[in-house]
């Protein structure tokens, strides 16, 4: 369990989890006993029939920061992307209830990414997509490489997973990442989840597995994916690059 996860399923939205990043003083940057909290979360809710929808949030001005870099360079000496990260990716791509999440502020790394697996995203007007895997000599997670260039297209996918293009809040609704920018991100991310909630859950459920496609494909991809981070970690390229992005913070 982690102290920077909480996990709450409010009286005033009946059939919600909500799963919130509660670490604001390192930019809710998520370590190892973060993704285990948000992993166990996830699959509780897939075996409770009351949790009709899940909703992911962040702090006011920051969803993510993205891993943490301690934790990284841990990860890099290991030359192993971490158990806990990778079961959270499967669990996240696993989820069988509707995944809504409100972003405000800094999205970075897997502060993007997890969005792809999510139904319905809102985001602020200040909010920034980023995820600079090749800066770091890394490459792309959460099956984002499969996913993205069928949600965005080549150019667009290829212009944030690997050139480390920042998107708008704007630009990521034009990209087809987010579904809206409103100002009050978590009074409609709430909103969204609630109305959700009160659909036929087996109707639901099954419309959603309709539109999200082939699973194993991307339980495949996260672990391709995975096998190639573990390699670039152990890279000379990529240690040059933690100690640099470290010498600069």
């Known amino acids: 369990m982690s102290d920077h996860i909480l996990i709450d399923r409010p009286e005033t939205l009946p059939g919600v989890q909500v799963i919130r990043l509660n670490r604001p003083e390192k930019k809710n940057a998520i370590t190892r006993a973060m993704y285990q909290t948000m992993t166990d979360a996830l699959r509780a809710a897939d075996v409770d029939p009351s949790i009709r929808a899940t909703l992911l949030l962040g702090s006011e001005g920051c969803f993510s920061a993205g891993n943490d870099m301690a934790e990284f ?29 409100g972003v405000d502020g800094l999205a970075i790394g897997i502060g993007t990414t997890i969005h792809l ?52 809040a704007e630009e990521a609704h034009a990209a087809g990442l987010i579904w809206k920018v409103v100002e009050e991100v ?48 152990r890279s000379a390229e990529a240690r040059a690059a933690f100690e640099a992005f470290m010498a600069k913070k």
């Open 186 to 233: 978590e009074a409609e991310a709430m909103e969204i989840a609630r109305r959700l909630a009160t659909k036929p859950p087996e109707a639901l459920r099954a419309a959603r597995e309709l539109l999200r496609g082939n699973r194993e494909e991307i339980a495949g991809r996260i672990d391709e994916e995975a096998h190639h981070f573990a390699v670039r970690l």
């Open 117 to 168: 697996h999510c139904d319905m995203t809102v985001a602020s007007p200040r909010s920034l997509f980023k995820a600079p895997f090749v800066d770091l000599a890394l490459v792309p997670e959460a099956a984002s490489s499969l996913i993205a260039p069928r949600l965005m297209g080549h150019q667009r996918a290829f212009a944030l997973l690997v050139a480390g293009e920042s998107f708008s």
């Open 73 to 101: 360079l841990a990860f890099a000496v290991g030359g192993t992307m971490g158990r806990e990260v990778v079961d959270f990716l499967h669990a996240l791509a696993a989820h069988t209830k509707p995944l809504i999440s």
